[in-house]
């Protein structure tokens, strides 16, 4: 049986409980999950990750989770211009405090974790020299430092081309089974849900929708969500869907 390891109970989201951004979310994900969650601006995609995270609390309702969640941000910025390796070494900032410096085992996972991300190349380039992909990909390193089970993800191709986009979404799926990973993420675009997501979380005004890919994503469940006409269509037996802007 798949183990679950995390559970929602009537769990709602937002600032104001007079104006609450969630309806009431009951939820469990399994260990080793993709989960997708959509929805238009405004329906509280990042609000939910950041009850997950402990920064917000909760309206009403609560949450259970067995394992320790890992943030990474649509964007990251900081003062001082630090190379790759000390932004992915930050992971583990917790393991050897504010004034003491990483072990050498530490940095050889460093290493480890940028070779397997292909950025073995960029262990001292400035971090704000990099791409937009780049960047996201030093993020996820630097989560995948900190050895938690679950990554949570805000939008992780946002600002992508389209090329950064397939790579950071095909890393993803593959981190699951070399790293015994469950992932959460939000996305505006159905096709990156559609293409690693095994369930989804469709956030809707008041209400919402939860289970297996396949199942929810569909043209009429989308064009409803979005408010605009959504396509199915099938290319060299990969299936994907698009908008239509009539």
């Not at 001082?80 to 070494?89: A, G, K, Q, R």
């Not at 993803?172 to 790293?179: E, G, H």
């Not at 005004?205 to 396509?231: A, D, W």
Request: aromatic share 8%.
């Amino acid at each position: 049986m798949p183990l679950s390891i995390l559970t929602t109970h009537d769990l709602v989201c937002g600032y104001q409980v007079e104006n609450p951004l969630t309806s009431s979310i009951n939820i469990t994900v399994n260990k080793n999950d993709i989960v997708a969650i959509l929805g238009i601006n405004g329906r509280g995609k990042t609000t939910f990750l950041n009850t997950l995270m402990n920064i917000n609390q909760p309206l009403s309702g609560q949450f259970e989770c067995n394992y320790s969640c890992c943030y990474v941000p649509q964007k990251f910025s900081c003062n001082l211009d630090y190379s790759v390796w000390e932004i992915v070494v930050m992971g583990s900032v917790k393991q050897w405090g504010l004034f003491g410096k990483p072990s050498k085992k530490t940095l050889q996972l460093v290493q480890e974790i940028l070779n397997q991300l292909g950025l073995e190349n960029y262990y001292s380039q400035p971090f704000s020299q990099l791409s937009g992909g780049q960047k996201q990909l030093v993020l996820i390193a630097r989560a995948l430092l900190t050895k938690n089970k679950i990554l949570l993800l805000d939008e992780p191709t946002n600002a992508l081309d389209l090329f950064n986009q397939k790579k950071v979404l095909h890393i993803l799926a593959s981190l699951v089974k070399q790293r015994d990973l469950t992932i959460i993420f939000t996305t505006h675009d159905p096709a990156h849900a559609m293409t690693i997501a095994n369930k989804v979380l469709l956030l809707e005004n008041n209400s919402y929708q939860y289970g297996l890919t396949h199942c929810l994503l569909t043209e009429s469940n989308l064009s409803r969500l979005y408010h605009i006409t959504m396509k199915k269509i099938m290319l060299d037996n990969i299936q994907t869907i698009i908008p239509i802007y009539d």
